[in-house]
């Protein structure tokens, strides 16, 4: 049979002996497998033991201390080592302002910290499908997509549109989200349910428990499970009445009380205490450093580590979650330091291991499929030198990674993929039609969907955008907004290049953007988002008749105020996305129209 030989040099070097062939590239399929020697983690029972784990395919064939491996299985002597299921974060953010910032980097980096299945709470419904085609070119952990639900002026209803996150009052808003989110095949719900903001800045409303009860029943009967962005006691114990499966961060305002603690217990919900975003003493810049507001920093840690401790001892299945690509928590690494945080909170090694990844899979609806190490089980894998089992420290000392039965990272994994090194698909010729608006279905003609946009915050203007009849029996994009008490308010749409915007396409045979429009006398902009770049934009005159605007791709640059270097200059490449808006007086009514939106 043929073998793999691999051996520990100097403690840090791995070496291949033997005449095994090179395994498939990533893209080729899984082949059969034999893990020989290794100490295998049982992630339900906490303990390791000296077995063989054979796979075939995708799925765990065999587990035991005697296991006949059949000829022509490649074999991982893994003596000396650690195997543990691959592990999970039930909370992360795929968003350019994380670290890293590129669909490609973090898959990558989840991978070397051994992270095989995500929950990705970042998405619009309409960006599901490109990005599920993305990562299967890429060698990318497992990516689950919530659908967002959240309230009016709630948290993560404070930047974007209703196409990202839908808003909510009632029941019957409720169970209208889920039903618009099904045919996008979302893998869960997340619900921004509390607007409690930590006390350092104002609240933004919270979810009403029959809202939330319809939410998680019309979840629950599509056979999707329902996350929370719940951080108060007092809007934990409505989750758990309203059979919420998990809390996506954990509770802080206060120590739980063993009354609480029970009621929690007894609702079988579980908890994702996501400690890593919460760390106070965290590397980076602090978003405050008034003594106060650090005081208040620690002190609430203190009573989140303390309710982890106190569900866990209760018997509420605690899982693993981070909040990554949030400020100061990085994607794969802040995976391991959660584990750590867990161990501090009170979770033995072995404790925190098994949060990673049985009691994960069993929270994400998906210990039937994956987390443990059993046959049946899909086989993401993890190898480590030492036993994390024993000292939690051992996770950043991974050695090799299986994912599907195919070994992609480390001993002598074949490279990852090319497309794991770019920061983006390859773009695709720009079509010079963009939008004519004699769609009724929302959509532009380019068949991606149209969306409104607006200032961030929770106090943000009221914008809406209907199509109308012209006068010569065509139609135009109207735009009707009431700007937000605030500085630097916006109205406007946005107009997708792709699906999502997600696929970049290539518009530099063109010289720029034409289109018709008329409307308020207010500052207007048009912008252009581009993939894995900051996106650029060029101001144009707005008068209350119609008028054909050209804007050279050559006059489009940064804009400081928005954070973007006003070095950059466009030329049409890689781009993603089109705004169209304006910025009246704060409280000012505002409108435009718009027709004939293409590329010249």
């Known amino acids: 049979m043929n073998r793999w030989r691999i051996r520990l040099w100097l403690g840090a070097s791995w070496v291949l002996a033997g005449s095994a062939p090179p395994l498939p590239t990533y893209a080729a399929g899984p082949t059969a497998l034999a893990i020989e020697g290794a100490d295998v983690f049982d992630a339900i029972d906490g303990r390791?033991?000296?077995?063989?784990?054979?796979?075939?395919?995708?799925r765990i064939t065999a587990v035991g201390e005697h296991v006949a491996v059949p000829p022509g299985t490649?074999?991982?002597?893994a003596t000396g080592l650690t195997l543990t299921p691959g592990l999970f974060d039930l909370h992360t953010h795929w968003t350019s302002a994380g670290v890293p910032a590129t669909v490609p980097a973090i898959a990558t980096a989840y991978l070397k910290s051994g992270v095989t299945t995500v929950n990705d709470f970042n998405e619009a419904p309409e960006a599901y499908a490109p990005l599920r085609a993305w990562l299967t070119g890429l060698a990318a952990p497992h990516v689950r997509f919530a659908a967002r639900i959240s309230t009016v002026g709630g948290h993560g209803a404070d930047w974007a549109d209703q196409a990202t996150t839908r808003w909510i009052t009632t029941a019957e808003d409720g169970r209208a989200a889920v039903s618009a989110a099904l045919p996008y095949r979302p893998d869960l719900i997340k619900a921004f349910t509390d607007g409690w903001r930590y006390g350092m800045s104002p609240d933004n409303t919270s979810m009403n428990e029959d809202a939330l009860a319809a939410v998680a029943s019309a979840a629950h009967d599509a056979g999707l499970k329902v996350f929370t962005h719940t951080v108060t006691v007092q809007r934990g114990l409505i989750a758990a009445r309203a059979h919420v499966d998990a809390l996506a961060h954990i509770l802080q305002d206060s120590v739980l009380t063993p009354t609480e603690v029970e009621e929690i217990h007894r609702s079988g919900m579980g908890e994702v205490p996501t400690l890593a975003v919460y760390d106070p003493d965290k590397p980076g810049p602090l978003s405050s450093k008034a003594p106060q507001q650090v005081a208040q920093r620690h002190e609430k840690f203190a009573n989140a580590l303390r309710n982890v401790k106190l569900l866990h001892d209760a018997g509420v299945p605690i899982g693993v979650g981070t909040d990554a690509g949030m400020p100061g928590t990085p994607h794969g690494p802040s995976t391991l330091h959660e584990l750590a945080l867990l161990v501090r909170a009170g979770l033995t090694p072995a404790e925190a291991l098994t949060a990673a990844t049985a009691t994960s899979a069993r929270l994400a609806g998906i210990a039937a499929d994956?987390?443990?190490?059993?046959?049946?089980?899909r086989a993401d894998l993890d190898l480590f030198q030492d036993n994390p089992a024993t000292d939690i420290s051992a996770v950043h000392h991974l050695?090799?990674?299986?994912?599907?039965?195919r070994l992609i990272w480390g001993m002598d994994a074949p490279p990852l993929p090319d497309a794991n090194r770019q920061d983006h698909r390859p773009a695709t010729p720009a079509q010079l039609l963009i939008d004519d608006f004699e769609r009724s279905d929302g959509r532009t003609s380019l068949d991606t969907l149209r969306t409104v946009a607006a200032d961030r915050g929770p106090d943000r203007s009221i914008v809406v955008a209907t199509i109308i009849p012209d006068d010569a029996g065509h139609h135009i994009l109207s735009i009707q907004a009431e700007m937000s008490q605030k500085k630097a308010p916006y109205a406007g749409i946005v107009l997708p290049l792709s699906r999502g915007a997600i696929d970049p396409v290539d518009a530099h045979r063109w010289a720029g953007v034409r289109f018709m429009v008329r409307g308020?006398?207010?500052?207007?902009?048009?912008?252009?988002?581009?993939?894995?770049?900051?996106?650029?934009?060029?101001?144009?005159?707005?008068q209350d008749r119609w008028q054909t605007v050209n804007v050279p791709f050559s006059t489009f640059h940064g804009s400081p105020a928005h954070g973007r270097p006003d070095t950059l200059a466009g030329n049409g490449s890689d781009l993603?996305?089109?705004g169209l808006g304006g910025a009246c007086t704060a409280g000012s009514p505002f409108w435009m129209q718009i027709g004939q939106v293409r590329f010249y």
């Open 48 to 58: 390791t033991r000296r077995e063989t784990v054979l796979v075939r395919g995708d």
């Open 74 to 77: 490649r074999i991982v002597d």
């Open 370 to 377: 994956r987390g443990t190490i059993a046959v049946g089980q």
């Open 399 to 405: 050695v090799a990674v299986i994912e599907d039965g």
């Open 520 to 542: 308020s006398a207010c500052p207007a902009r048009i912008t252009l988002d581009q993939a894995a770049l900051p996106s650029l934009e060029a101001p144009f005159t707005v």
């Open 576 to 578: 993603t996305a089109i």
